[in-house]
């Protein structure tokens, strides 16, 4: 399942969002063109701003994991796609190794 923003067309969260943490995320309210030229870059473009923005916010780490669960795309937790699709195959693995520990 692949997960696009909740309310992409206003901005990457709408002002009426429904999940607790979205209220004080630093994005909130970004305007639908700031949001799409920041946190959905076409391949090749840069996320350094997307990612100053996610450095400086509040809720990164309940964002990060809300785009794991999901299959967000764009940046989220400023982590792009590539860096979770990592961080998920990462966590498989070390969940197989708490299963099955290496000698
Ligand atoms: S971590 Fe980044 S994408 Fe996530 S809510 Fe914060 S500013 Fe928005």
């Given at each position: 399942m692949r997960v696009v923003p909740l309310g992409v067309d206003v901005g990457l969260f709408?002002?009426?969002?429904?999940l607790a943490w979205q209220r004080e995320a630093?994005?909130?309210?970004?305007g639908a063109t700031e949001s799409?030229?920041?946190f959905f870059p076409t391949?090749?473009?840069s996320v350094d701003e997307a990612r100053a923005i996610c450095e400086r916010c509040?809720?990164?780490d309940e964002?990060?994991?809300?785009?794991?669960?999901n299959g967000c795309v764009g940046v989220?937790?400023?982590?792009?796609?590539?860096q979770r699709r990592r961080l998920r195959r990462d966590r498989r693995i070390n969940a197989r190794e708490l299963?099955?520990?290496?000698?």
């Amino acid at each position: 399942m692949r997960v696009v923003p909740l309310g992409v067309d206003v901005g990457l969260f709408p002002l009426e969002s429904e999940l607790a943490w979205q209220r004080e995320a630093e994005c909130r309210g970004l305007g639908a063109t700031e949001s799409r030229a920041l946190f959905f870059p076409t391949r090749g473009e840069s996320v350094d701003e997307a990612r100053a923005i996610c450095e400086r916010c509040p809720v990164i780490d309940e964002c990060l994991d809300f785009a794991l669960k999901n299959g967000c795309v764009g940046v989220w937790g400023g982590t792009t796609e590539r860096q979770r699709r990592r961080l998920r195959r990462d966590r498989r693995i070390n969940a197989r190794e708490l299963v099955h520990p290496i000698a």
